[in-house]
C-alpha cells in the first residue's frame, strides 16, 4: 500500500519562510514525478512546483523565484522550500506522486496549512 506524508505546515507572517515535506512509502515505480499542488478557501486546485525522478523541474508563475522544490530519493522525501511569503500563498498544500508508466496510478497525501498573516 503506496502512502505519503506531509508535514511542515503552519502559521508563519508574511515575509517569512517555511518548508514542507512529503515521505512516502510503499512499493512506487523508480520513474515517477512528485509534485505540490495547493487549494485556497473557494479556488481550484492548482499545481505548485513539480519534479521528475530524473530532477527535472517544473514551477508556477505565482510562486517563481520565491519556491524551490527538491528531492532526496535515499529518504523517500520530497521538499518544498517557501521563501517570501505572502497572505495569498495561505492554502491547504497537497503532495502527489504520479507514475509515468503508461496507464499507471497517482497518490495524493492527506494536506498540511500554511496560513500567512497579513
Known amino acids: 500500500q503506496v502512502q505519503l506524508v506531509e508535514s511542515g505546515g503552519g502559521l508563519v507572517q508574511t515575509g517569512g519562510s517555511l518548508r514542507l515535506s512529503c515521505t512516502f512509502s510503499g512499493s512506487i515505480s523508480s520513474i515517477n514525478v512528485m509534485g505540490w499542488y495547493r487549494q485556497g478557501p473557494g479556488k481550484h486546485r492548482e499545481l505548485v512546483a513539480s519534479?521528475?525522478?530524473?530532477?527535472?523541474?517544473n514551477v508556477a508563475d505565482s510562486v517563481k523565484g520565491r519556491f524551490t522544490i527538491s528531492r532526496d530519493n535515499a529518504k523517500n522525501t520530497v521538499y518544498l522550500q517557501m521563501n517570501s511569503l505572502k497572505p495569498e500563498d495561505t492554502a491547504v498544500y497537497y503532495c502527489?506522486?504520479?507514475?509515468?508508466?503508461?496507464?499507471?496510478?497517482?497518490?495524493w497525501g492527506q494536506g498540511t496549512q500554511v496560513t500567512v498573516s497579513s
Open positions: 502527489q506522486m504520479r507514475s509515468q508508466e503508461m496507464g499507471g496510478p497517482l497518490y
Open positions: 519534479i521528475s525522478s530524473s530532477g527535472t523541474t
